[in-house]
Antibody
């Protein structure tokens, strides 16, 4: 069974940092591109970042570029999102998602709250 | 990047056909994907590559695409189909957009 389990969400002050992780199991992690997608309270889905299976291609949404860094460890079947200079508007549930296309799978999300 | 536009809400009675549209300038060249998100849950892919259903998705869910519009059709909508539905279409700029989402009410 495909499983994606996010962790690391927390309450953090504006300007602070947080590192999210996603543990993958039930599939060959190293064969899939991965994404982070977020959803602010009561709002729609917003794609945040993409990393290819070999980490050779990385993309960010304009709203997080220069502040967030995506990475992966294929040996440990894990995906990460380093978030710096956090803002109130980064408050959201962050989902780890395998390949948003035909073989998509999503975790249950982890909540990040940016507030003083 | 480009935008995908969906109606904010659609309402149908049980057993009726619900249609949710998604418009975007790149759709003639790009596939559309549809996600269903029930309250408090993670999104689930229900249509990929315009009109294909993943295993386990009921046959009442179907998709189509023509020109700049993709359409999700739920034939014989059921109360359990109440959810938010999002279209998605990858683009080559690395900023794949989701549509704004459509809240489907079945009552």
């Amino acid at each position: 069974e495909v499983q994606l389990v996010e962790s690391g969400g927390a309450l953090v002050q504006p300007g602070g940092s947080l590192r999210l992780s996603c543990a993958a199991s039930g599939f060959t992690f190293s064969s899939y591109n991965m994404n982070w997608v977020r959803q602010a309270p009561g709002k729609g889905l917003q794609w945040v970042s993409y990393i290819s299976s070999s980490s050779s291609s990385i993309y960010y949404a304009d709203s997080v570029k220069g502040r967030f860094t995506i990475s992966r460890d294929n040996a440990k079947n894990s995906l990460h999102l380093q978030m710096n200079s956090l803002r109130a508007e980064d408050t959201a549930v962050y989902y780890c998602a395998r390949d948003l296309s035909g073989s998509a799978a999503w975790g249950q999300g982890t909540l990040v709250t940016v507030s003083s | 990047s480009y935008e995908l536009t969906q109606p904010p809400s659609v309402s149908v009675s049980p057993g009726q056909t619900a249609r949710i549209t998604c418009s975007g300038d790149a759709l003639p060249k790009k596939y559309a994907y549809w996600y269903q998100q029930k309250s408090g849950q993670a999104p689930v892919l229900i249509i990929y590559e315009d009109n294909k259903r993943p295993s386990g998705i009921p046959e009442r869910f179907s998709g189509s695409s023509s020109g700049t519009m993709a359409t999700l059709t739920i034939s014989g909508a059921q109360v359990e189909d109440e959810a938010d539905y999002y279209c998605y279409s990858p683009d080559s700029s690395g900023n794949p957009p989701f549509g704004g989402g459509t809240k489907l009410t079945v009552l």
